[in-house]
Nanobody, 121 residues
Framework: QVQLVESGGGLVQPGGSLRLSCAASGRILSINLMGWYRQAPGMQRELVATLTSGGSTNSADSVKGRFTISRDNAKNTVYLEMNSLKPEDTAVYYC???????????????WGQGTQVTVSS
């Protein structure tokens, strides 16, 4: 069993900052990729940023220059530093990981429960 647990969401004023964390736990052999998606009300879930075990990143154009993804491999944790937040960043943010569990030869796709980020004055 694998779990992803997010923390760090909340209410922030426009222009403010938040830092999200997501820790993976369980019978983990390796983590190929960790990242973040978000879903605003009435919208589809969209990519925010991902980071591979090799250090390659991918991020949405809308967050480039404002959001930074990083990872602590020893802690199986991924972070999303969000600066210069805008009202349009308001969404539920979901942690996402591609993980190989101990005792398996296949990769599994896992999601966290989501954390609300609200940007409003």
């Amino acid at each position: 069993q694998v779990q992803l647990v997010e923390s760090g969401g909340g209410l922030v004023q426009p222009g403010g900052s938040l830092r999200l964390s997501c820790a993976a736990s369980g019978r983990i052999l390796s983590i190929n990729l960790m990242g973040w998606y978000r879903q605003a009300p009435g919208m589809q879930r969209e990519l925010v940023a991902t980071l591979t075990s090799g250090g390659s990143t991918n991020s949405a154009d809308s967050v480039k220059g404002r959001f930074t993804i990083s990872r602590d491999n020893a802690k199986n944790t991924v972070y999303l530093e969000m600066n210069s937040l805008k009202p349009e960043d308001t969404a539920v943010y979901y942690c996402h990981a591609v993980i190989r569990r101990i005792g398996t030869f296949t990769l599994g796709l896992y999601w966290g429960q989501g954390t609300q980020v609200t940007v409003s004055s």
